[in-house]
């Protein structure tokens, strides 16, 4: 299964088209997915068999810290990862349907995709916006010449006044004035060029649209704009999200679920709430417990202590066990798997859940979701 | 308040104005057009006391770093350190570089790459005057204040063989090794990773609390101003629209600028910024003429539009340059501020 992209091309023969009978439940399933820097000696495991399933229209949120492997993850995952990165593991199954009148589904391996089977993929059914629209926007061409192309390239048919109207109409759904399409990049401000990157991506209708930080350079006040942007978009539109981020309380409020990645493995994996109010992992904890809260009495906060790890010098065991306060011996031999937790559907990879732990868990790791309450009384309570 | 018991202001700020003149764009000659960066911003930075800027991008919040650390000369306005006034047009002095220190936001970008950590502390040394057979055990000293420790595990390493966060700290010890009384810290934590962030935070509160230094806070992030700040300021668009005295600015804002900012941050915590609180699409329209944020504003008022608000005291310590409190009194900075007023004043005398 592994092999350089570059290899692949001419490695594959068949296509991988498989059509369904049932409409799948799942837009992208990702089994035991792993990606490398470099070969051999030199060999940096940056993704470690991670695993996935995003459902229809749903928001699947990745945090983690840089280095942690996630955007590598979708990168590698879109097949937009370039050399030294390798994918040496793993399927990714894309479920979507096809351009075709008789809207049949496919289900479609990128990992083994063939170029000319990604191209028809790419954009018209997952779009990609990255966290830098300065970069990723072309600064000598005017906004208008880079919605053209797109729809040039995918829709041929259209006519170029059709094109121009459907400019102008993706421009009006994320609020902006259609005279910002004769604008160059640098004419627009930060939000304005970010909600420019969202349009586009949405240009063709995908079935999922991929944010890597699309928020991070930009202030507080055109973020919410923006998130608030996004919501209003998905609802109409019900595309299936992965939105990743540093942010872990920008997610809570966004995402229905969310994987926490370290040092390239997913340590947690929950439903949005089930994670803020009953965190499992010590590090998903530790970052809860990294932002300064806007209300209650000011406390001493602890944040998580020691560095981010370094992929190339992980420690045995978990990687996490260094700077885990609860660390016990087994976990500075053993990695922990991700196991599921109980009947959910959540699961996390730590030693302290496994059932024969020679360590209770530790109160703040065993807080229950309350059921029928809603999800402030017990924060209010803590506080 | 007892003028003998509060602390001696280190650094003192009147009037502070920076203007840039840009050209128009399009029109190549003449018309040219005056950026007001920074506008008549007045602060004290107190010894054992965190000051906080919040404000977004574009605010003016790193000119009025660079102005106090003189890297940037002020338009006009008067800067004091230790109640003696500072010549605004005349070069900074290693004196005053020595007293006053700068932290920048990217430690990748603040840090010399070809050059070990060692030479990023001892060269400030030497340049300051030390002894060259001290300077070693001086610069393992300051990566000792800053939790580097050991320091000789650091100080032979290049600034990529470290993390953010610990280079952020590297660039700490760097200020701190001439022994200044005023730190500023100019987004020191937005570069970094979550997790070391607090890490960070916690060692500036450390440093204004054990070593009675003065902080500056400039910062986009108002939740980490509650959490580190003794007084917080909020600007845009170049002027000080709300400013008070511990977290009465966050917990309750008055001016409309503050509450959309706040309300912006995600907060899991409060289902309500979420449901109720969602600010509408705002321009990003700067008001020539009247109170700057008007446009942006969903309070403004027809006054708003013609005339630019003075400061009005919510209460002792808080002020918010805001018509919608025209019935309070009117404020002046200074006086906002009783205790270092009169500060301000003994050193003057």
Redesign the interface.
Known sequence: MSTDPLEMDEAVTTPTLAPLSAHSEFVLEIKNFSVDYGVSDNMVRAVNDVSLNLRRSKVLGIAG??GSGKSTLVYAMTRLLRSPGVISGGEVMLNVTSESDEKIEETIDLVTASEKELRKIRWSHVSIVLQSALSALNPVLRIGKEFDEVLKTHRKKMTKVERHNRAKELLKMV?LNEDRLDRFPH?L???QRQRIMIAIALALDPELVIMDEPTTAL???????I??ELDVLRSRFGFAMIFIT?????L??LADEIVVMYAGEIVERAGA?EL?ESPRHPYTL??LN??????GA?L??????G??P?LADLPTGCNFSP?CPFVMDRCRTEAPPLTRLGESDRAVACWLHAGDSPRQVPVELARRVPRST???AT??GR? | MNDALSPPVQLSARHLTRHFKTRVPGRLFDAKRVVHAVDDVSLNLVQGRVTAVVGESGSGKSVLARMLARIVAPTSGELMLEGTPIRIGAKRTLDYASKVQLVLQDPFASTNPVHRIRHSLERPLLIHGAAKGDVEELAKAALTRVSLDPPERFLDRYPHELSGGQLQRVSIARALCVQPDVLLADEPISMLDVSVRLGILNLLKGLCDDERLAILYITHDIASARYLADEIIVMYAGQVVERSRGTALVDEPTHPYTQLLISSVPDPSDPTSQATHRPERTTFEVAEVGCRFAPRCPAAMDVCRTTDPPNFQIRDGHVSKCWLYADRPEAVVEVALPERRREGESTKT
């Open positions: 810290e840089s609020g004419e401000s930060g939000g202030d507080v006040v055109t973020q919410r704009e998130i608030n540093h942010d872990l309380s920008l809570v409020e709430s803020y530790g970052l990294s932002f300064p809260p806007l209300h000011r001493e906060l602890d944040g998580i202590p560095s981010p370094d700077r809603p999800a402030v924060l209010k506080s």
